[in-house]
Structure formats: C-alpha cells, structure tokens
C-alpha cells in the first residue's frame, strides 16, 4: 500500500468510495484527510515527512487538489506547490499519499509530474454497478434500480442510504420492488420541488396546489419554494438557450455548475415550453418577488393566484 495514487473523478461520491478502499486495504495505518480548499498543501507534505510515533505507516488524503485541475473555483486557496514536487521526486516510503482532483489540466508541467509519479485509479464504476454490488443477495430487477436513481434524483449518497435502509425493510423476502421504494424511500424537500415543477410545466392545476400545500404545512417558507420554482424555470431557459448554441449536456453541467442530471431534467422539459413562456414566468415570479418584498402584496396569495392561473 505504501506509494503515491492518484484518483481523478468529477463524481465526489465515487472518488470517496475509491479513497475507502485504499483505506480498506491500508490495514493499520494512520489515515489524516486534508481539504486543499481550506488547508494549506505545505502543512499536508510535512506531515508525510514526519516521522510516525504512533503508527508504522501514515496515509494522506488530498482531497481538493485544484491547483492540479481545469476545474477552478472561486476564492480558491492558493497553494505553495514547491514542496510537494520535492515529495513527488524522493517520497517517503513509510508512508501513502492519495491525490484526489476533479479533472487534470494536462497543460500543466506539475500535472505530468503527478502521473509520472503515481498509480492512477480508475473510477469508471458506474452508479448502477455500484447499487448491484451492494445488493449482495438482494435482488432488484433492472426497471426497480433505474427507479430509485430516478427517485433519489441521482445524488449517489442518498441512494446508498436508503438502499441500506430497503434491504432492512426486506430483510426476509431478499427482493426489493417500486412499491418499496415509495413505501420506504424518504422524498426530501428538493425532491418534492421537483415534483412541484413537474406539475406547473404539465399544467396540473390542482395536484401543483396539493404540494404546495403539503410544503406549506411541512412549515416551508413561500418565498423560499418561490426562488426555487423561479430557480427551476431560470435553469431550463439556461439549457434551452445553451443547447440551440450547440452545446452537450455534460458541456451545461461544467458552465452552469450543476449535476449533469439536472441538466439532463432541464432539457427535457424545456420543450414543454416556447422561450417566451419561460421569461413569461420568470418575469411573473419576479414581480411576485418584489411585490412582497415592497410590501404590495402579503403572504403567499399571489403565488397562489400564479399557480392557479396555469
């Protein structure tokens, strides 16, 4: 276990699921994370250096690793890479360096250092395979698994938990069907925003107002579920422009900054709508907006007027 890897992954999930099997396997071993959003890489390549009291062997995790990235974010912390291109050329053998970095700008003179240096990971395992390796001796057919990625909206961490918490349910009959994902399966707020959407886009006057009424009572905000709903709508303008420019799902997602999935939801149903209808209302919920805020207007009536006049 002992040498330098490499694990580069967009997916946050996966890439952590990669770094617990290299823990896994790093029997013990001493494993210290580092978050180069917020810690500083010097400090991380002076714990390498340091020599173990504890333990034989040290495993570091460099999690973050955005000056080796395309991927760049704002007020990023800005890294003193000096001591670590000294580490990659004479590492300590006592101990485990594990880089994580969303995607690798090849440009860079550090990056090919980096691979040259370091056994890099494949993290090409799917979601979908992923779910049927933890089945074990579960069983869930192909239609039942592509429903609960759907259901759980494809966030990986949230299918996992309620994964574990199907088979609980199931534990005697082994075979995890659709009825059990509803019966089981928690909708969180966003969810439920989804669903929400999904009723004003279709149009579906009365079941739109159910939800907004079971949010309501649920004690959320009105104008929080409102920037949502505007939010929804600005997101499916975004992708439709962006999509008649020429651009690919996996392209939006890196521009605008959101889940692939999301685009992928986006896309669809922006052809339920013209660009007109979609300024038309945005430009209805932000009049909304600023009628409450001016107070012009109280509490969620007008809102409720919008979703009725669908």
């Known amino acids: 276990m002992k040498g330098i890897y490499l694990i580069v992954s967009e997916d946050t999930f996966l890439a952590e699921q990669k770094v617990k099997e290299l823990i896994a396997k790093a029997s013990g071993y001493e494993v210290v994370y580092y978050d180069l959003q917020e810690d500083l890489l010097t400090r991380a390549i002076e714990d390498l250096d340091t020599y173990n009291f504890f333990t034989a062997h040290k495993m570091i995790v460099l999690k973050n690793c955005k000056f080796l990235s395309s991927n760049h974010s704002k007020n990023e912390l800005v890294q003193d890479t000096t001591s670590f291109s000294h580490y990659l050329e004479n590492p300590n053998l006592e101990n485990t360096l594990v880089i994580v970095v969303d995607k690798l700008d090849e440009r860079k003179k550090l990056v090919k250092l980096v691979k040259e240096k370091s056994a890099t990971l494949s993290v090409d395992e799917s979601i979908e395979t992923l779910v049927r390796r933890h089945l074990d001796d579960f069983q869930m057919d192909a239609k ?164 009725l006049n669908l």
């Open 144 to 307: 039942t698994l592509r429903y609960l990625l759907e259901y759980c909206s494809y966030r990986n961490e949230k299918i996992m938990h309620e994964l574990e918490k199907l088979k609980l349910y199931k534990l005697d009959e082994k075979v995890i069907t659709i009825e059990d994902i509803n019966r089981i399966v928690e909708k969180e707020f966003d969810d439920n925003i989804f669903d929400f959407v999904d009723c004003i886009i279709a149009k579906q006057k009365q079941k739109a107002y159910q939800i907004y009424q079971h949010l309501l009572l649920q004690n959320e905000e009105p104008m929080k579920i409102m920037i949502l709903v505007a939010n929804q709508f600005r997101i499916m303008y975004q992708v439709k422009v962006l999509s008649q420019d020429g651009m690919s799902e996996k392209e939006i997602a890196s521009f605008l900054e959101i889940h692939p999935y999301r685009v992928k939801l986006a896309k669809e149903k922006s052809y339920s709508y013209s660009f007109a209808d979609l300024r038309n209302n945005l430009k209805k919920l932000a009049e909304i907006d600023y009628q409450i805020k001016s107070g012009k207007s109280y509490g969620n009536l007008n809102f409720e007027m919008f979703l």
